[in-house]
Nanobody, 127 residues
């Protein structure tokens, strides 16, 4: 079954770091632009950032710019969300989503609709 699977979430203290992974099951992630989203309890889902299939283009929400970095390792069929200087307001369930754009494509897809979504991974920032 084609799906995306997130991992790497957990509990971290303010100022700490986490790296989330988004892996593809049963298909090659090389051809997909990826977006990262998060949803906190009682709040709407918001975009965190996105990366092109080529990996050469990225875009970030103002709330995470300078703290979060999206990268991809197509050899490992994985996209990463590196989160540094975490704040309590970063607490949320984080999701990745992917849309086919073709290999080595520079286009960003930062908003739905997407072909696939992951099930989410919980990130809690608390002392």
């Amino acid at each position: 079954q084609f799906q995306l699977v997130e991992s790497g979430g957990g509990l971290v203290q303010p100022g700490g770091t986490l790296r989330l992974s988004c892996r593809a099951s049963e298909f090659t992630l090389d051809y997909y632009a990826i977006g990262w989203f998060r949803q906190a309890p009682g709040k709407e889902r918001e975009g965190v950032g996105c990366i092109s299939s080529s990996g050469g283009n990225t875009k970030y929400a103002d709330s995470v710019k300078g703290r979060f970095t999206i990268s991809r390792d197509n050899a490992k069929n994985t996209v990463y969300l590196q989160m540094n200087s975490l704040k309590p307001e970063d607490t949320a369930v984080y999701y990745c989503a992917g849309t086919w754009t073709g290999n080595y494509d520079k286009r960003l897809v930062c908003n739905p609709p997407y072909d696939y979504w992951g099930q989410g991974t919980q990130v809690t920032v608390s002392s």
